[in-house]
């Protein structure tokens, strides 16, 4: 028998009469598609277990881009997501859809992608960690986030001055010309972190974040965020 890859289903559609066409992220592969055949026939249960948010063990074969998903397993409990906690989990894996090239692994934000879903269900505080994992996402993809120094001096960020984001760059000391994401020190020190926001905090990288991810996607906007919206 094979040896089971950790996975996630990230998205999903119908496949002809019978199988599902994934899209999964995996710990040692990165984003792969595969076919799941027979996934929707009446006598098998692989539709009920190839949901998202649920920790699973595959095995693929085939050489080309779209491989056949030949074995899967439960790798543990899915995470219950509930109210918007559900669009929260849809918004991090159309993150992954958009901004990962297949076939590029990314362990670690394997890891933080699972840690993210459990604290979501845990009913920890959807901002916060939408904000984690954005920066941890931005990083990994190596686009780099600078959040610990000013751009133009490389001073320490000092927690009660005011910057400027610029994008392409980074932080500077504001000097009231607008042309950059206004935002505190302390906002990015605790975004540098990983530490707790306050209420401006929270507001300030929502913002700042928000850019950035607008940035690196380009002029397609997200689904989801307009789903979410819609829906308030």
């Known amino acids: 028998m094979n040896e089971l890859s950790p996975a996630f289903v990230i998205h999903r559609r119908d496949y002809r009469n019978t199988s599902l066409l994934l899209e999964l992220f995996l710990?040692?592969?990165?984003?792969?598609?595969?076919?799941?055949?027979?996934?929707?026939?009446?006598?098998?249960?692989?539709?009920?277990?190839?949901?998202?948010?649920?920790?699973?063990?595959?095995?693929?074969?085939?050489?080309g881009e779209v491989k056949?998903?030949?074995?899967?397993?439960?790798?543990?409990?899915?995470?219950?997501?509930?109210?918007e906690m559900i669009y929260c989990g849809i918004y991090l894996n159309e993150l992954l859809m958009r901004l990962l090239q297949r076939g590029d692994p990314y362990p670690s934000l394997y890891v933080h992608y699972q840690q993210t879903l459990a604290r979501?269900?845990?009913?920890?505080?959807?901002?916060?960690?939408?904000?984690?994992?954005?920066?941890?996402?931005?990083?990994?993809?190596?686009?780099?986030?600078?959040?610990?120094r000013t751009a133009d001096t490389n001073e320490p960020i000092s927690q009660g001055q005011i910057y400027e984001y610029h994008i392409e760059h980074g932080p500077v000391v504001a000097t009231g010309s607008g042309t950059g994401i206004g935002i505190h020190g302390q906002t990015l020190i605790s975004l540098h972190r990983g530490e707790r926001l306050d209420e401006r905090g929270r507001v300030e990288a929502k913002q700042l974040m928000r850019r950035v991810i607008s940035y690196y996607?380009?002029?397609?906007?997200?689904?989801s965020r307009e789903l979410f919206q819609s829906l308030k």
């Open 217 to 223: 996607l380009g002029d397609k906007p997200l689904k």
């Open 68 to 83: 056949n998903l030949t074995q899967v397993e439960p790798d543990g409990h899915p995470y219950r997501l509930k109210q």
């Open 27 to 63: 710990a040692n592969q990165g984003r792969i598609p595969a076919i799941a055949r027979g996934a929707k026939s009446g006598h098998s249960s692989r539709a009920l277990l190839l949901q998202p948010f649920s920790p699973l063990g595959v095995t693929l074969t085939g050489r």
């Open 120 to 148: 979501l269900a845990f009913g920890e505080s959807a901002n916060q960690c939408l904000r984690d994992f954005e920066v941890s996402l931005v990083r990994e993809l190596g686009y780099g986030l600078l959040l610990d």
